[in-house]
């Protein structure tokens, strides 16, 4: 089964982060791509920019909204996501263990 691992982040604190701290969490990331790289679970992921780069469109009735940043105002944005094959929700969240902070981890939905 997929899982997504949606990686949450304070955005402000990253910009603000010194580059030693840049790299240990870089480092993290590098640990958990190899080893999802090593076990063949990893489908695809990726470090998403800031939210200040963020466009939301709203649709309803036929018309759409489109407006600047992110779809919610929160203290913490979605930051980047891995997309991985697991046995099951409890080896997703071993792999979601190996990273600091927030990580949402979500089955994708399998249709037909």
């Known amino acids: 089964m ?6 949450y982040q304070d955005d402000q604190a990253w ?22 790289r090593a ?10 920019q800031l939210t200040d780069t963020a466009t939301t469109v ?9 407006s600047d940043g992110p779809f919610a105002e929160t203290r913490e944005q979605l930051g ?9 929700l409890d080896e997703a969240l071993g792999y979601a263990k190996m990273l ?8 994708v939905m399998v249709r037909g």
């Open 15 to 36: 910009a603000a982060a010194d580059e030693a701290e840049k790299a240990r969490v870089y480092a993290e990331h590098e640990q958990l791509g190899a080893a999802l």
């Open 100 to 107: 600091s902070g927030t990580v949402e981890v979500r089955p």
């Open 80 to 88: 980047g996501f891995y997309l991985v094959e697991a046995d099951d």
């Open 58 to 66: 709203r649709t309803a009735g036929g018309r759409s909204l489109i």
């Open 2 to 7: 997929q899982y997504a691992l949606l990686i």
């Open 39 to 48: 076990k063949g679970a990893l489908r695809g992921g990726e470090e998403l």
